[in-house]
């Protein structure tokens, strides 16, 4: 499995959390960024959430990675960016129920996570769960289907 991870500095910590975490798992990443690079108040520099989103987010569109992860402040800049993207399921989740439903129900292929308002052993838990969750298909892919013609019908007005 191949999974796009990005952040912006609100995320950053959660971020590395995640990488390390799935690079001991054996798990294939694509870091997309933000760095390490710090501001002189050595904090990580401020940068725009949506140049880290749309990076990740047209990886998973494109097919280029089999899902993403991507972690702001509140997780919510990052969703409403990623879910501009053809194809992109991108779902804010708070916790192992959340990220699990995502997976079961939403066939989400993107998970976005508030590195400042979710706990990091929770935020941990979290991205175990969600890849390793399946789609349940059957009546949650008639529903798919549907976002899937509302997308292509609002992409033509
Ligand atoms: C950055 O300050 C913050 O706005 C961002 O990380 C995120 O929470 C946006 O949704």
Redesign the pocket.
């Known amino acids: 499995m191949k999974v796009a991870i990005g952040c912006?500095?609100?995320?950053l910590e959660l971020k590395e959390g995640i990488v390390v975490l799935l690079n001991s798992q054996g798990t294939e990443i694509i870091d997309m960024g933000t760095g390490d690079c710090c501001s002189e108040a050595g904090r990580p520099a401020?940068v725009d959430?949506p140049d880290y989103g749309a990076k990740v987010a047209k990886a998973v569109s494109a097919g280029e990675v089999d899902c993403g992860i991507l972690v702001?402040?509140?997780?919510?800049?990052?969703s409403i960016v990623a879910n501009k993207f053809p194809g992109v399921r991108a779902a804010l989740c708070h916790d192992a129920f959340t990220a699990k439903m995502s997976r079961m129900h939403n066939d989400a292929n993107i998970l976005a996570i508030?590195g400042?308002v979710t706990g990091r052993e929770v935020a941990l838990d979290m991205v175990g769960i969600w890849l390793s969750t399946p789609f349940e298909g059957g009546r949650h892919q008639r529903r798919l289907d549907k976002i899937s013609d509302i997308e292509k019908t609002s992409l033509s007005v």
């Open positions: 912006d500095h609100g995320g401020s959430y702001c402040g509140t997780g919510i800049g990052m508030g400042r």
